[in-house]
């Protein structure tokens, strides 16, 4: 296991990662302002959307998200090193707002809180076993590459976590580019995508890491389009969310379907675009994708974004449902 330099400074006491509650204020998002009934996206089915506002300066910035097996409660981690725990509130299935609203201190390996940018930059959050919140959960940082794993506890997922053993030419990653999307499979693999890295042919780098080690992977680049989450589905296909943004157009998103036949070491990932939205639908900086199974065989997915921690962007949960095949 390697374990890349973490200094702190010698005053820093470890800290009680206790949650705090938040006020959260939620208002409805309509994707197509212009036909509010619209509900067919692509491939997806547009249930319904918010938008999150909070005073707290800590708010924001969420880029990894993971959603309960029944639906009911979302777990997400920011930027700068927080959790973010919620009961989701739902009038006549459709997502209305957020309650019971809770943020806390992401924890290091020594048990304090993450507060520098370098070492909390979290981008993305997967669960050991899917739709368990309480952990093990695992977490992706950008700038000093690594992931931790937070297993249950006193704590619960607050607890003191321990260092995963990555692929060692992670080190080489793009400061602000290294592994934005990541997931389990139920075979025990973790898929992990780079944002920012590409090889000589312009794909983004990636891995399939298991038990016996890691073999490199590859997603087909599209456009400016950048990883930024995984989920697989029950039949083995892999869903990716991709963000892009340009000066011109604004922000962008699409959702990627890879067959799961496709995804062997050494491959390069691609597959058919199962929606693609642009800043005309009122989306900002799509990051974080969670995803469950409803009754009747649909997904149901949770979108949400990344605002960066500015006044000119939003906090948009989006909720859309993925018909059965």
């Not at 076993?129 to 297993?151: A, I, Q, T, W």
């Given at each position: 296991m390697w374990l890349l330099g973490i200094c702190f400074p010698l005053w820093l006491a470890p800290v009680v990662a206790n949650a705090e509650p938040l006020n959260v204020k939620s208002s409805a998002h309509y994707l197509n302002p212009e036909d509010i009934?619209?509900?067919?996206?692509?491939?997806?089915?547009?249930?319904?959307?918010?938008?999150?506002?909070?005073?707290?300066?800590?708010?924001?910035?969420?880029?990894?998200?993971?959603?309960?097996?029944?639906?009911q409660r979302l777990l997400a981690v920011s930027d700068k090193g927080h959790w973010l725990s919620a009961e989701l509130i739902f009038k006549d299935g459709k997502l209305s707002g957020i309650s019971g609203v809770e943020i806390s201190p992401l924890l290091d390996e020594a048990g304090r809180s993450?507060?520098?940018?370098?070492?909390?930059?979290s981008e993305s959050l997967t669960a050991e076993?899917?739709?368990?919140?309480?952990?093990?959960?695992?977490?992706?940082?950008?700038?000093?590459?690594?992931?931790?794993?937070?297993?249950p506890g006193k704590s619960g997922i607050y607890a003191k976590p321990e260092l995963v053993t990555m692929p060692p030419m992670l080190r080489n990653a793009p400061s602000n580019g290294g592994i934005e999307a990541f997931e389990w499979r139920k075979d025990g693999t973790m898929i992990a995508l780079t944002e920012q890295w590409l090889d000589d042919a312009g794909n983004h780098i990636g891995w399939m890491i298991g038990q016996s080690g890691s073999e490199e992977i590859r997603l087909r680049t599209q456009g400016r389009f950048h990883p930024t989450d995984l989920e697989f589905l029950p039949n083995g296909d892999l869903l990716i969310l991709e963000r892009r943004f340009t000066l011109a157009g604004g922000p962008g998103m699409q959702i990627r379907r890879?067959?799961?036949?496709?995804?062997?070491?050494?491959?390069?990932?691609?597959?058919?675009?199962?929606?693609?939205?642009?800043?005309?639908?009122?989306?900002?900086?799509?990051?974080?994708?969670?995803?469950?199974?409803?009754?009747?065989g649909g997904t149901e997915l949770l979108i949400i974004s990344d605002d960066n921690f500015s006044r000119l962007q939003k906090t948009v949960l989006l909720q859309f449902l993925l018909p059965p095949d």
């Open positions: 009934k619209q509900t067919e996206f692509g491939k997806l089915i547009y249930v319904s959307g918010i938008v999150l506002k909070s005073d707290n300066a800590a708010f924001g910035g969420y880029s990894g998200l993971l959603v309960s097996a029944d639906g993450l507060v520098q940018k370098g070492n909390a930059d076993r899917p739709g368990d919140l309480l952990g093990p959960v695992y977490v992706s940082f950008e700038r000093n590459h690594r992931v931790l794993r937070y297993g890879v067959a799961a036949a496709t995804i062997q070491p050494g491959a390069i990932l691609d597959g058919e675009v199962l929606i693609n939205l642009t800043a005309k639908y009122g989306i900002d900086n799509m990051e974080g994708l969670a995803a469950r199974q409803n009754a009747t």
